[in-house]
């Protein structure tokens, strides 16, 4: 993994560094400034990967690569492509060359590997960098579109290589999230959080984890049809999104089972944010198809870990299996409510 985000860094250097050469050399003002911001930007994006690497080296990122020497050997092979086109080769000063070299850079830098690494490496910022890296794009094939004929060849593979961008993006977003909700799904769940319990132990901060699970799920199924099962899993899953943070991890655990992760939230913000929860879920307005009102409610349960600093990180297991006792404990008063959370560390 620390290769992967090593080859991640020397990919935007390079990008960076050709970006510069190409302001440089340039005499037309609005392609200067094209290329003055965009080395700025890929710096940027080299930070982005450098705090990923640290954050790798204090532990604080677990490896989340099932082939990593398949991945390694593919950015390895894109970052020989770049190499080549690097400024140490001497740059082109016309307009053409010019934005036809950094049409080069950045169909490399498309690859659907950079969507899934941002998208699974910090959750919190993921959508950030995605607008970020877009309008960084943006900029480019806006360039190329106003200096070249419309119908040109290369405005056309100039929108090409916006569309694959996107293409591209989507792919990646499939990968961790729930076709029906749109939410995070498990695989999102598996890889952020041992992510955010290394941290959580590394620094003595508080973790919350919840599981939720919607009440009485199959008699919905059963009484109104699938149809409505699924509109209400929709619904509920936006109103757990709309009560929780936008650092607020947000998954689809199971067929009717929902999970939050939530950094920096100990045992008092614990029942602030179940009850948040709880009510957006009890003010949805669910209709049948007859025109019936249908009452919908979930169960909560949650653990948080609150170690301290330097502590042993929390394993996947013994957190959802301690929330999962919590979300038992919750069904068994009665449902339509959560329990009180079980603190594991300094605070139990």
């Known amino acids: 993994m620390r290769e992967i985000l090593e080859l991640c860094v020397e990919m935007d250097q390079v990008a960076e560094r050709t970006y510069r050469a190409l302001a440089e050399v340039n005499t037309q003002p609005a392609l200067k400034e094209l290329f003055r911001q965009m080395s700025a930007e890929e710096g940027s994006h080299v930070g982005w990967w450098q705090d990923l690497l640290e954050a790798y080296d204090q532990g604080l990122m677990p490896n989340i690569v099932s082939d990593e020497s398949g991945l390694a050997d593919r950015m390895r092979s894109l970052s020989l492509e770049l190499q080549a086109m690097s400024p140490d080769t001497g740059v082109p000063a016309d307009p053409e060359g010019a934005l036809a070299l950094a049409a080069r850079i950045e169909f490399y830098m498309i690859d659907p590997v950079f969507g899934e690494l941002i998208d699974l490496t910090e959750p919190g910022r993921a959508e950030h960098r995605r607008v970020a890296y877009s309008d960084h794009l943006e900029r480019l094939v806006t360039a190329i579109e106003e200096h070249y004929e419309p119908g040109s060849l290369a405005s056309f593979l100039a929108g090409i290589l916006a569309r694959t961008w996107h293409d591209n993006l989507t792919l990646a977003v499939y990968a961790t999230r729930d076709a029906l909700t749109g939410i995070y799904n498990r695989r999102a769940l598996d890889t952020h959080l041992p992510q955010w319990s290394a941290w959580s132990a590394r620094y003595g901060r508080p973790l919350t984890v919840l599981l939720i699970d919607v009440?009485?799920?199959?008699?919905?199924?059963?009484?109104?049809?699938?149809?409505?099962?699924?509109?209400?899993?929709?619904?509920?899953?936006?109103?757990?999104?709309?009560?929780?943070?936008?650092?607020?991890?947000?998954?689809?655990?199971?067929?009717?089972?929902?999970?939050?992760?939530?950094?920096?939230?100990?045992?008092?913000?614990?029942?602030?944010?179940?009850?948040?929860?709880?009510?957006?879920?009890?003010?949805?307005?669910?209709?049948?198809?007859?025109?019936?009102?249908?009452?919908?409610?979930?169960?909560?349960?949650?653990?948080?870990?609150?170690?301290?600093?330097?502590?042993?990180?929390?394993?996947?297991?013994?957190?959802?299996?301690?929330?999962?006792?919590?979300?038992?404990?919750?069904?068994?008063?009665?449902?339509?409510?959560?329990?009180?959370?079980?603190?594991?560390g300094r605070d139990a």
């Open 215 to 344: 009440d009485f799920f199959k008699g919905l199924n059963d009484d109104f049809g699938h149809h409505f099962g699924d509109r209400a899993l929709r619904e509920i899953a936006q109103a757990i999104r709309s009560a929780t943070r936008s650092s607020d991890l947000v998954i689809r655990y199971g067929g009717d089972e929902f999970a939050v992760i939530a950094p920096e939230t100990d045992s008092d913000e614990y029942c602030l944010l179940v009850d948040r929860i709880l009510e957006t879920i009890r003010r949805l307005e669910m209709i049948s198809e007859d025109g019936h009102a249908v009452p919908v409610s979930v169960s909560i349960g949650g653990v948080v870990a609150a170690d301290l600093a330097g502590s042993t990180p929390r394993s996947i297991d013994k957190l959802l299996s301690t929330a999962d006792q919590g979300l038992y404990a919750a069904k068994q008063a009665g449902r339509n409510r959560a329990s009180d959370p079980i603190v594991l």
